[in-house]
Nanobody, 126 residues
Framework: QVQLVESGGGLVQTGGSLKLSCAASGRTISSYAMGWFRQAPGKEREFVAGITWSGGSTYYSDSVKGRFFVSRDNAKNTVYLQMNSLKLEDTAVYYC???????????????????WGQGTQVTVSS
């Protein structure tokens, strides 16, 4: 079992930046692909960013590409999401997720991830 805890959310103005962290415990995540998802009020949870087990490949939804950057530090058992140029529509609860596997496939669907954090709120205001 992998336990995931997100942190770093908060209130930020449009154009600002936030860095989310996802700390894992229970197992080392070095053999896990990691993903970030978000859920805005009244909407379904959607994929935001993903990173392969080694960190060698990252991928993003079109809505955040060029503004958000995912990274990982396997030595610290932590994954990060750097969010820049934040927009009002980025307001959501952000979740990190883990999937065991050392392939290089892109994993963008919720069902592909077995472990989830409790989420952290990001609110972007004007």
């Amino acid at each position: 079992q992998v336990q995931l805890v997100e942190s770093g959310g908060g209130l930020v103005q449009t154009g600002g930046s936030l860095k989310l962290s996802c700390a894992a415990s229970g197992r080392t995540i070095s053999s896990y692909a990691m993903g970030w998802f978000r859920q805005a009020p009244g909407k379904e949870r959607e994929f935001v960013a993903g990173i392969t087990w080694s960190g060698g490949s990252t991928y993003y939804s079109d809505s955040v590409k060029g503004r958000f950057f995912v990274s990982r530090d396997n030595a610290k058992n932590t994954v990060y999401l750097q969010m820049n140029s934040l927009k009002l529509e980025d307001t959501a609860v952000y979740y990190c997720a883990a999937r065991f596997g050392s392939d290089s496939l892109r994993r963008v669907w919720e069902y592909e991830y077995a472990f989830w954090g409790q989420g952290t709120q990001v609110t972007v205001s004007s």
